[in-house]
């Protein structure tokens, strides 16, 4: 399964912290980064697909409206 990592933002865009996870598809992923950003109240999230040698890929950023 690949790894994911969602850096999330309040507004303003102010860094609020990172959480990492894994998830099937990147459409998985984006819907796991959505939740944390409407239950944590945050602006937005940005999401990252990771590789074991620390590379990361931007898959999208996402906010609270689907």
Known sequence: MPNYRADLYAAGDR???TERFDASNPVEAVEIARQWVVALG???AVLY???GTGLTQHVAQVGAAR
């Open 15 to 17: 860094f609020t912290g």
């Open 42 to 44: 945050l602006d937005h």
């Open 49 to 51: 697909a990771c590789d």
